[in-house]
């Protein structure tokens, strides 16, 4: 029996664990010890998991653990929930147990983990793109829900192989039954409008929209306390969710500390008047003086009665959020910063939004190749 190291990928790097491999019969095993490899961890598998490890082998015990049976994806996805729930918001929990339920559970349900096949995968994802016309984006989310499951049962030594990974890729879809909404960035004088008819605390709230790039769950979750005029920063750390408080935000890279940049700084000061002494919430509503319930009321309440009344085309309040990162992309910013102020996960998701308003820094581009 000997004793090695096998390195994996996550979120945080690579991860090297300790495994350890015998020949027994004739055949070859491997098992994780579900140790991270330290010198105090190899002491402890040497010492106390191989010998206890070995008893198990030559009493027939590992074996009968090996030939259990493998769980359906019925019996595991449940597990892989509960596994992930500390690390979820509501709102994903919600969408991933919906998805699951809509599109998964009739088609891979009862069978057991490891009898599910790539080509099986690929398959159910061309229908759900052919005969549901569902948008290539959409898939991908739907199918998330069921990679999580299969890299937790990997985690868990229950099987070896994610046919997630093998499955082929998907095209864009053509004439998706729910169209993804275009970026149309308002322009200045645009958001000059917008602003100019905004009263009051509007006008502070669509100001912060527009020059932080917040999400609406985070615009509205914002405290106080979070933001330090001292040195003009926000530290997005919270979130409101179809009115329920959380410390969970949408990504890892979420949490993050974006400047406060000059022409957002006096209307800051003057929400700060009206909200500041009641150390809360940043804004609050007018009837009951507590935090926005959703990003819907703001819409409903504010967002659309302002566009009109401004004469501006209508663009969902997201745009907002769009509009600053595009503008700063544009005007020459450097992405990977403006990637990590937006809370975006990486820099090849920002390129993958925004790349269309890098702007070309050389007037003179292609003109090398005159000479040839």
Partial sequence: MTLYTKESKNKQGIKKTLWVNFTHNGKRYRKSLDLEDTPANRKIAETQYMPILRYKIISGEFFKNTNSKIPTVNEYMERSFELRKGGRCSSTIYAHEKNYLKYLKAPFGNKQ??????????????????????????????????????????????????????AKKLKETENPKVNRVKLKPFNQKEISKILNTAQHQDKNMLATFFFTGLRASELIGLKWESIDFKNNTIAVREQIVQGNHKNILKTTKSRRIIPIIKILLPYLENQYKITGSQNSYVFLTKKSNKHFHSAGKIREQIWIKILESANVNYRNLHQTRGTFISTLISNGEDITYVSKIAGHENVKVTLEKYSEYIPVKNENFGECFGKV
Avoid: G, V
Avoid at 142 to 164: G, H, L, Q, T, V
């Fill in 113 to 166: 983990l490891d009898k599910i096949t790539s080509s099986e995968i690929t398959i159910w994802q061309n229908n759900l793109q052919e005969k549901e016309h569902l948008a290539k984006a959409t898939i991908l989310k739907i199918r998330s829900c069921i990679n999580s499951m299969y890299e937790d049962a990997i985690e868990e030594s229950i099987i070896k192989f994610n046919p997630i990974s093998k």
